[in-house]
């Protein structure tokens, strides 16, 4: 089977050996994502726009590699502050109303940057 894969050019990613996207016949895994564009923070302080950066940076990376938002079948986010759920919660419901994948969501004590308050990944088959 065939491997691609998707970079988008995080400084991250030469350092620590890993791409955004990865696609293994019918299946996309996409790694944990942050709302870091040209390696500043997008929306600090702002849950809801980390978020909606962060689903349209996994939708871009899913047409990427011939996929849509429908093909996901699970996402996760990683929440540094629980209570603000629902500001996120409203961010992957404007991506993911319709399609409904199993979806989970947790406190984490801290992502790679202070200012970063959400890191989703998600998980494709291609015509699901």
Known sequence: MSRRQVFTGSP??????YCRAVRVGDRIEVAGTTAIKDGEVVGPGDPYEQARFILQTIENALNELGAKLSDVVRTRMFVTDIARWEEIGRAHGEFFRE??????????????????MVEIEAEAIVGS
């Open 12 to 17: 991250w990613e030469p350092v620590v050996g």
């Open 99 to 116: 399609i409904q994948p199993a979806a989970t969501m947790v406190e984490v004590k801290a992502l790679i940057d202070p200012r970063l």
